[in-house]
């Protein structure tokens, strides 16, 4: 993709001023993201790029929008911290792509999406106003939180200059366990059952697999007691769920990464809570899926596009597509149009974001 | 109030729920913020969505103004009635509509009482995160206008971050609804939850909210630590956070905060105390205990004098008692006072208080100090007489600067309470022109008649005058206190 690169506020203003359809792009992570924009500008976030605050003690760092997501897990790292909603695609996209298409890997499950940590925003908008939203305090109430509405927006109501994040310390140690289910009841059943005890879990993961399906789970804290916990969650699940085999696994990787093996043409997120997993798999049985962040959110892989969109809609469920040549990516229930259409007129009431 | 308009409400309310006579309305003419009183015109007691919504189109058809209440125990005076207008009581949307534990959510209507919820899920082991410290009284409507925090934000944050969907009226009549039951909220397209709550009351009113559960604690370990000095205090904050810890909650609270929670609840604090500590772990049993050898290590080394860890849920009970009344404990110390509610960045806490110290020898005032350290949430308790002349006058411009030094320091002039009414001349030092300006644009374009909560928020509109003094009835009662 072509795009144009501004290098400063000053520069992104006067492209906004300059064309009529502008569609932004980070790093291209999610091409499902950008086949609709037909003849839009192509503004590129590159130019805001690098880490402007962090002060690991406060809890909080700010960094340009087109900053890649491995610039900033990379400098988190070294003071023992990390983005506790889990950029999904951590080596190849913008933080401001992350954002602006909303998402979160697995270990999301443990403190929260990214809503939940971001705190602030410099933005542009359609007319060309460069301001800020929200602040730059791990707690303020102050004015409307326009930051949290730039959460999946997609770029449609205003460019994103600068984000400011809560950030966590990292737990020390992560320990991994899978469980083999013989069906998707025995396994919601787990879910349930985790749901209503305490055990802390950083990520809750769950997909087909060879034989029935696989429960998969990580734990985080200290090293000394991550064995007891383990021990004691494995015992919990033999003995109150139907979990079959299994055990500690060393592969936290495999439950970190929700998007693993799912090959398709088409690779959709669609948010839905568990007890609407039962109606789509059982339409989604031959396709490539898996379900993240305790059966909140399913990844669907296809080749049909135009059956899942309408499968969603029957099931009333919403879909992002961000794999794919989708003419949108927009899937399934159509979007909230009356308070959403409210922000649109007064941020971009030339509809020039596409 | 004009007749029609109370016509057209009788068409909707039976009489013994719609108020009018002045004896009705007096228990509505002022909020937590004590200092401030207006009579509304009317108050409407609806019981259902319905009544709700033709009560919102008629005030946007015959442009009236309204305010939606809870319990009206706001301290930045968010629910104070409009002169005139029309306040919507909605305490009596107060069922909880569906619990689905294993999905670990809540349906409820706005007026359900926060600490409610908690006690609805608490068979299946679940519990309602958000706690301000009025959460016995206080209607999650409330908490979702002005994004309620508490003692226990920096895990698990405020209102925002437990709301998963919820359906509302906009303050021009139309009912839309966004988010859903999935921890994910909205999760595709913009997050308009998060754009609802803390919006003050101005966009409209929540009609029904799902609130995400989560699993109660199974170890609570609350430490209580008492140091020499105020900044030892702040520094043993520093150090927990730098540990790697991330701690339920990180209280401070300074000599006079001590002296006035010791004289009202006698909740058995080292009495020579410059500041005191209080540290909560919680969560799964083993990983608290391994959490709190570390912290154990960390406050030995703090320099604290005394070190208290609660062995019992009384203990700990005992020890939260004391701070979660630290604000009505002032009013025993002194006739008035102002609760402030800035920000700023925790490693500048022990700047922040220099500063107020030295801005209340200027004015001649004291001021007790007790903030949720962990967030940098400053809550300076100014007190003053009001029935000395001028008195009142002198803690508001304290306060004033007070709020100005959060924003100097990078921070908020409100953690947790809103602007509401009261802070919203301060909105200027926080924001640009332009950004006011976009926030008041965006509010045109859901109210185009400015009726819903007029008055709070922006600066520069008409404001009712400061009358009263002393603390909330309520207060006096110990039924509620401010944090």
Redesign the interface.
């Known amino acids: 993709m072509n795009a144009n690169v501004p290098a400063s506020i000053g520069e992104l203003q006067a492209l906004v001023k300059a064309h009529d359809r502008i569609h932004v792009v980070g790093n291209g992570s999610k091409p499902a993201l950008h086949h609709g924009a037909g003849d839009a500008a192509l503004a590129g976030a590159g130019g805001f790029c690098g880490i402007i605050e962090y ?1 690991p ?4 760092l700010t960094a340009g929008a087109g900053t890649p997501v491995s610039v900033i897990a990379a400098e988190l790292k070294r003071h ?1 911290q990390y983005l506790p909603f889990d950029p999904l695609l951590p080596n190849s996209s913008t933080i401001g792509g992350t954002v602006a298409a ?1 998402l ?1 890997g697995a270990r999301r ?1 443990r ?3 990214i ?2 940590f971001i705190l602030g925003a410099r933005v542009v ?1 359609g007319l060309g ?1 460069a ?3 929200g ?20 770029g ?2 205003a460019i994103m200059t600068e984000l400011t994040f809560k950030v ?2 990292e737990p ?1 140690q992560h320990r991994a366990l899978r469980l083999r289910y013989a069906a998707l009841p025995d396994i919601l059943d787990a879910v ?1 059952y985790l ?6 879990l950083d990520a809750l993961e769950f997909a087909p697999a060879d034989a029935g399906w696989s429960l998969l789970l990580c734990l985080a ?2 090293e ?2 991550l064995p ?2 383990i021990l ?1 969650l494995q015992e919990s699940l033999r003995a109150d769920t139907a979990g079959l085999d299994g055990g500690e696994g060393d592969d936290v990787n495999a439950a970190w990464q929700p998007l693993a093996g799912l090959t398709g043409d088409y690779l959709v ?1 669609v ?5 609407q997993i039962p109606g789509l798999d059982a339409r989604v049985s031959h396709l490539k899926r898996r379900y993240s ?2 059966g ?2 399913a990844w669907v892989a296809t080749d049909d596009l135009k059956m899942l969109d309408a499968l969603l809609l029957e099931q009333g469920l ?3 597509c961000i794999r794919g040549a989708a003419s949108s990516p ?1 899937l399934g229930m159509p ?6 259409a ?2 649109k ?3 971009d009431p030339m509809n020039k974001f596409v | 109030m004009n007749h029609p308009f109370i016509q057209a409400l009788q068409q909707i309310y039976p009489a013994e729920r719609l108020l009018t006579r002045d004896v009705q309305l007096l228990p509505y003419e002022s909020d937590g913020l004590t200092a401030f009183q207006t009579k509304p015109g009317a108050v409407a007691l609806p019981v259902d969505e319905d009544e709700i919504i033709s009560t919102v189109r008629l005030c946007h058809q015959m442009e009236v103004p309204f305010v939606a209440r809870g319990s009206g125990t706001s301290l930045s005076g968010g629910s104070l009635p409009i002169a005139d207008g029309l306040i919507i009581g909605l305490n009596r949307m107060n069922r909880i509509k569906r619990i ?6 809540a349906v409820v209507e706005p007026g359900v009482i926060n600490l409610h919820i908690t006690h609805a899920v608490e068979p ?3 519990y309602y995160a958000p706690d301000p410290s009025s959460q016995s009284i206080c209607t999650i409507g409330g908490n979702i206008a ?2 309620s ?1 508490g003692a226990h ?6 209102t ?2 437990h709301v998963l969907g919820m359906k ?1 009226v ?1 303050a021009d009549g ?1 009912v ?3 988010g ?20 003050e009351g101005l ?1 409209g009113i929540a009609l029904e909210i799902t609130l995400r559960l989560m ?4 170890l609570y370990r609350t430490v209580l630590a008492a140091y020499d000095n105020l900044g030892r205090a702040g520094d043993a904050v ?1 150090m927990v ?2 540990s ?3 701690p339920g909650a990180m209280e401070i609270m300074d000599r006079l905060s001590i002296k006035a929670a010791e004289a009202a609840v006698a909740a058995g604090y080292p009495p020579d105390a410059e500041a005191l500590l209080i540290v909560e772990l919680e ?5 608290v ?3 709190f050898a ?1 912290l154990q290590g960390v406050i030995e080394e703090s320099g604290a004098f005394e070190v208290r860890v609660a062995q019992s849920e009384e203990e700990r009970a005992r020890i939260w008692k004391g701070r979660k009344s630290a604000f009505s404990a002032v009013g025993r110390l002194s006739p008035d006072f102002i609760v402030q ?1 800035g ?5 500048r806490l022990g700047e922040a208080l220099q500063e107020i110290d030295a801005i209340k020898s200027k004015y001649g005032l004291d001021v007790a100090n007790v903030f ?1 350290a962990g ?3 400053l809550h300076p308790l100014i007190l003053y007489d009001g029935r000395e002349a001028g008195a009142l006058e002198r803690a508001e411009a304290l306060a004033g600067e007070i709020l100005a030094m959060c924003v100097d320091l ?10 509401g009414m009261e ?1 919203r001349d301060y ?1 200027p030092a ?3 022109d ?2 006011l300006e ?2 008041m ?3 045109r ?2 109210d185009p008649k400015e009726i819903a909560n007029r008055g709070k ?1 922006f600066p520069g509109v008409e404001a009712p005058a400061l009358q009263q003094h002393g603390l909330h009835p309520l207060e006096k009662q110990g039924v509620i206190s401010r944090e």
């Open positions: 002060q003690q406060e809890f909080t023992g909303n979160s499950y403190y929260g999406g809503r939940d908008d106003r301001f800020r939203v602040g730059k305090v791990v707690k303020n109430a102050a004015g409307f939180d326009l930051s949290k509405f730039l959460v999946g927006s997609l449609h109501y966590f310390p020390p349930y749901n209503q005890n305490i055990y802390e804290g200290f000394d007691t007891s916990r004691a997120k948010a839905l809570a568990p007890k962040i305790g909140n959110l919403r879909g992002l927009l979007l909230e149009v009356s308070l959403a409210r922000v007129q007064v941020l | 689905d534990p294993r999905g670990r959510i299946y082991g679940l002005f994004n925090g934000c920096l895990k698990y944050g405020m925002s971050n509302v906009l139309t839309t609804q966004f859903s039951e999935s921890l994910d909220g909205v999760g595709i397209g913009p997050d308009l939850v998060g754009l609802f709550v803390g919006s966009f699993p109660a604690p199974q520093s956070v730098a790697g810890l991330l969560g799964e049993a083993l990983q205990e391994a959490e570390q509610d920000v700023v960045p925790r490693s949720h967030d940098g949430n990078g921070g908020s002039i409100t953690g947790e309470h809103g602007i802070k909105m926080m924001f640009s332009q950004e976009i926030m644009a965006l509010r374009a859901i928020m």
